[in-house]
Structure formats: C-alpha cells, structure tokens
C-alpha cells in the first residue's frame, strides 16, 4: 500500500491479529446481544489494529526515508572487519552478500552480511524498501551501535539496504 | 580485587560457587519457607521469594561477565522484580516461586552452555591477549630507540583509525612520517606503516576504492610484519594486508615505547585481534 511517496507494508502479525480479533467480534456478536449493542465501538476499535501498525510503518518509513541522503553523504565506505566497538555512532557504508535473514514477519528484520573480511549483524527497525534474501549482494547504509545498546558487540543500525546485484546462486 | 589480579584458577573457583549459589538461593528460599509454615509460622510467603531474586542477580552477573552477553540472563532480575512484588497467598506464592526457580536454573544451563565461559583478563581489556603479546614481544627488539613523540604519534593514530577517525588520521600520520624518528634500525618501515595507513585513511575517507598502484611493505622487511606477504594473494588482498601489517607495526611501536598510551591502545585489542585474525 503506498501513501504519499511512502510503500507502507503491514506485518503478517499485525494481520493475524486483526483477522483472530475480527473472527472472535463475530462469533461474539452473534452469541451475545450485548456485545451487538457494543459493535458501533467494537469495528472501529478493531479497525484501529490496522491503522495502528500502518500509521506506525509509515512514520518509520518516511523518517528513515528523509535520512536516507544524510547517510548517503556521510558515511563512509569501509570493510566489514574494520567496524569494531570504537566506532560507535559512526556512519557506515558496507558491501557484502546476505548470509541470514531473520525476523522479516516481524517487519523488524536482522540480516547477517559477510564480505571478504568478515560478517556483521545488521539490524533494521523497519521493513526495507527492496525484499532482500538470503544470498543477494547489497549495499548498507547504516550506524555502528552496540547490540544491546550500553554493551555487547558493534552491530549496524540498517538505514537503508539495497540490492547491488541479484541473487548469488 | 580486579579480575587480572585473581589468578584463572581462583576466578573458575569464584564461578562455579556462584552457579551452586543461583539454585540453592532460588529454591532453598522458598524450602526453608515451606518447612517454616509447617511447623506453624505463617510469615507473609512472598519474603521468601527473596532467595529468587538473589539467584536472578547472580545470573545477571554471571551474564555480564562473559565476553558474549545474554540479554535474557541479563534481565532476570527485572523479571524476579514483576513477579514477586505482589503480595501472593502461599499456593500461589510457592507455585509461582518453584517455577521461577527451576526456569532460573534452567537459564544458567542455558548461559553455560551457549555463551561461554566468562571473560578472562584479556577478554576483559585488562591485559593483552596471547596472540598480540607474541607479535609485539617478536618486534620489541626492533624499535627500541625510537622516540617518545614518534611512538605517541603511533598510539593516536592508530587509535584514531581505529574509532572511524579518518581524516585525523590521515593529517597525524603525515605529520608523524616526516617527523623525528630517533636512531632506529628501521626507520624507513616505520615511516612506510604511517604512510600505508595515511593512505588508506584517505581513502577510506572519501569513499574511493583500492588505487592502481599504492605503497607497499618491502620483502626484506617481512620479519618485522605480523602477516608477512603470500604469493596466493591477489591484489585486494595484498592492500588490505598492508593496511593491517601497518596497523599492527604501529599498535606494536605504540606498546613498546609509549607506556601512557596503553590503556587507549588496551581498549583497542578487540579490533588488534581481528586483524590478527583471531
């Protein structure tokens, strides 16, 4: 679904929930005569876990979308074993294949991205702009953080991923 | 006491008490509870969940004393916090407190068995890691009358390039290069490393990729360097193994004749190991 200039994607279980709700109103509504007096709050209520993770998605989206340039001009290009726990905060620009996709449903996904040097963790708080798989040569756009923020090892906050070359086969 | 000051043995000794400690906290709490209402004290039971969050405590550090950190471990003691602040009857209060500690105790299994022993001193930054300490003993012979001023120069860029700081690299090691380098053997291949990683600072600086041609280590200078030269190499892999042989030289220099520098150089030996490849 595209609103403005923004592809908005819903999880698969913002859906499950939506569809596990809608059925439940309806078994309910026809049971009970009390819970038909409530429909007129009940269907927009069970609306709003639609527009919820859509409104959601689409704040995200167009904010990694309007910082998408600032990182395209301020990151610079290094191999993948040069990002270590000092360069915290730093932006980065990383080439590599995808190794793992994980958390795709969750539009939360975390990819694992090797180059000739090395592989790191690449997370992204929302759902990228390309479906990027398991064996495809991308791009990062991103920021070294820590894993578990105060600590753990340097991960890339994903600003943007994108295809360089189709799928390695 | 700091961890580098205990000896390895005493640290695993230290260890293995505190995992006893996290199922006899957690479960005899709750025992002694129990045997406590049977001889007729009935004591508000959610004090007893005390030995709960104990346990959740001392897996939280155990947690956080290894090197690969367990965000679950880590969290139990928020956990032990949620569940037991509601004053709970005593079914209620025992069911809830046995479950929790046999879902501790499971977690601790879990953390030695997935995430590793705990870190020793080196995992720790508080000494230098085995494989760095063999190639800086290697090399310490050969720079010894090098000057202070050269070797902090080393430290800082080094460091600097290490925390993405390329442009401050780049302005240091070119300052450094035509600096004074005292009467050392190999003088020239310590200019060579600052000005290998100049390079590569500049590159890495705006982004360009790998020049034509660029400025190498020479054969005759392979003892001194970390990953000597392979003819296997191609040309990628030969630039990049300058950059890190430059690294290292610089990192070792650092070591060996600017004692200030150590604690920022120490802080740096995750990144030391990787271009050592371990």
Same mark, same amino acid.
């Given at each position: 679904m595209k609103i403005g200039k923004v592809e908005v994607k819903v999880s698969i279980i913002a859906i499950a929930v939506f569809v596990f709700f809608t059925i439940l109103l309806l078994i309910a509504s026809v049971y009970s005569p009390d819970v038909r007096s409530?429909?007129?709050?009940? %269907?927009?209520?069970?609306?709003?876990?639609? #527009? %919820?993770?859509?409104?959601?998605? =689409?704040?995200?989206?167009?904010e990694y979308a309007d910082l998408e340039p600032l990182y395209e001009a301020q990151s610079k290009t290094v191999r993948i074993k040069m990002i270590n726990a000092g360069m915290v905060g730093k932006a980065v620009r990383i080439e590599g294949v995808v190794e793992q996709v994980h958390f795709q449903f969750l539009n939360r996904p975390q990819y694992t991205v090797a180059d000739r040097s090395g592989a790191i963790s690449v997370k992204m708080f929302t759902t990228p702009n390309e479906d990027v798989k398991v064996n495809d040569v991308v791009e990062v756009l991103g920021q070294v953080i820590q894993r578990y923020i105060v600590t753990g090892d340097p991960v890339v906050n994903c600003i943007s991923i994108r295809k360089i070359i189709?799928?390695?086969e | 006491?700091? !961890?580098?000051?205990?000896?390895?043995q005493l640290?695993? %000794?230290?260890?293995? =008490?505190?995992?006893?400690?996290?199922?006899?906290?957690?479960?005899?709490?709750?025992?002694?509870?129990?045997?406590?209402?049977?001889?007729?004290?009935?004591?508000?039971?959610?004090?007893?969940?005390?030995?709960? #969050? !104990?346990?959740?405590?001392?897996?939280? =550090?155990?947690a956080w004393i290894?090197?690969?950190?367990?965000? #679950?471990?880590?969290?139990?003691? !928020?956990y032990a916090i949620i569940f037991f602040v509601v004053p709970t009857e005593y079914t209620v209060g025992v069911t809830l407190q046995l479950l929790y500690a046999?879902?501790?105790? %499971?977690?601790?299994?879990?953390?030695k068995y997935r995430f590793g022993k705990p870190g020793d001193a080196a995992s720790m930054g508080k000494e230098l890691a085995d494989p760095i300490k063999t190639y800086i003993e290697q090399t310490s012979g050969s720079f010894t009358g090098i000057c202070p001023e050269t070797a902090h120069d080393a430290a800082v860029v080094f460091v600097q390039f290490t925390h993405g700081e390329y442009k401050e690299a780049v302005r240091r090691a070119g300052t450094a290069a035509i600096g004074q380098m005292g009467d050392v053997e190999h003088a020239a291949t310590v200019v060579r490393a600052?000005?290998?990683?100049?390079?590569?600072?500049?590159l890495i600086d705006k982004s360009l990729p790998r020049p034509v041609t660029y400025e190498v280590f020479r054969p005759e200078e392979s003892a001194l360097l970390a990953k000597p030269y392979l003819p296997a190499y191609d040309d990628d892999h030969e630039f990049y193994a300058m950059l890190d042989n430059a690294l290292l030289l610089l990192f070792s220099i650092a070591w060996n004749n600017s004692k200030a520098d150590r604690p920022h150089l120490l802080a740096c030996q995750a990144f030391v190991l990787k271009l050592l490849g371990k």
């Open positions: 409530q429909l007129i709050w009940l %269907i927009p209520g069970l609306f709003m876990l639609l #527009v %919820i993770p859509i409104a959601l998605n =689409y704040m995200s989206r167009s189709k799928r390695q | 006491m700091t !961890i580098a000051d205990n000896p390895p640290d695993r %000794i230290n260890e293995r =008490y505190l995992e006893i400690a996290i199922p006899v906290a957690s479960f005899g709490a709750t025992l002694a509870g129990i045997l406590l209402w049977k001889m007729g004290f009935e004591i508000n039971f959610q004090f007893f969940a005390i030995g709960c #969050v !104990i346990g959740s405590c001392l897996l939280a =550090y155990l290894r090197p690969k950190k367990d965000i #679950v471990g880590l969290s139990t003691p !928020i046999v879902s501790l105790t %499971i977690l601790l299994i879990r953390l600052f000005n290998i990683l100049k390079e590569h600072s500049a």
